[in-house]
């Protein structure tokens, strides 16, 4: 019966830390927001962020600090250019495509921001070191890709990102 109780908590365990959909914003980085945080449209206008139009059931933000460089208009949405050094949050279905919105890809293209401490000047081997210390797997098809669950993030040298995996229950088709 012992032995039945403690296999039964360490499978809690393993399935209540495997199917958290929840990440902390780590300490060292200097974005606002992080995977799963839940701003509001109106809060990130009032605050001066620029909606980005092109995504398909999800809406982009840029950072309030970053100038866009043109615009090109159609006959619905006037599309916003993206300066060469910005901040951007996808915001869209978190966990799943169809609940309720929250950060599912962030952009980096600006090389003084910082994601876990690194940057995109970061030497490579001090971004695998760091990301193996914080329990990321590095991909063994594509340098600077590293998974943790359905969080994804890639350091390169002109970009970084940070995606969640969302899933789609009602195989919505955009």
Known sequence: ???????FLLLSFFCLTACNTTYTKPNDTDLEYWISDRPSRELLLEKG????????GAT??????????GEIYDNEYNYLNKPKEYVSYVIGGYPDCSDESGVIHVIVTDPKI???GLTMESEQAIIDGKMKELGFK???KYVGKYTKGRLIVRIGSAE???DFQTTNREHIVY
């Open 160 to 162: 970084i990102s940070v």
């Open 114 to 116: 910082r994601v876990y």
């Open 1 to 7: 019966m012992k032995r039945f109780k403690i296999a």
């Open 49 to 56: 962020y620029k909606i980005i139009y092109g995504w398909m």
């Open 138 to 140: 590095q991909d063994s």
């Open 60 to 69: 982009e933000y840029l950072a309030p600090q970053y100038e866009v460089v």
